[in-house]
């Protein structure tokens, strides 16, 4: 009988120690269950604000490329109006230039006839 108890309480005290250890465990497993869901919210933190940091990029580059269209598009109305108004000179030395030639005509025609 003694031995029996002896023995009974020997299983009793190696099932309480394995319960320990499998407490033991469970907590290291819970707390590394805990560090990696806090890993993963810092990650997605990080994710969440890199992503933000390139949507702000990306508008800034958006803005600068309708900045430059529209500026290329007021650079070409620029052109085209320093265009015409080159044709409008053109036109005005041409015509200068026919009057200049049409009064020398009247003026050579003048001479000879006075002759």
Do not use: M
């Amino acid at each position: 009988e003694e031995k029996v108890e002896e023995e009974i309480k020997e299983v009793k005290e190696e099932v309480e120690e394995k319960a320990e250890e499998a407490e033991k465990k469970a907590e290291e497993v819970e707390e590394k269950e805990e560090e990696e869901e806090q890993k993963e919210h810092t990650i997605a933190e990080r994710v969440d604000a890199v992503e933000e940091r390139v949507e702000k990029l990306e508008k800034r580059l958006e803005s600068h490329h309708s900045e430059e269209s529209e500026e290329s598009h007021e650079s070409e109305e620029e052109k085209e109006k320093i265009e015409k108004i080159e044709e409008e000179v053109e036109e005005e030395k041409k015509e200068h230039e026919e009057e200049k030639e049409h009064e020398e005509e009247k003026e050579h025609e003048e001479e000879k006839e006075h002759e």
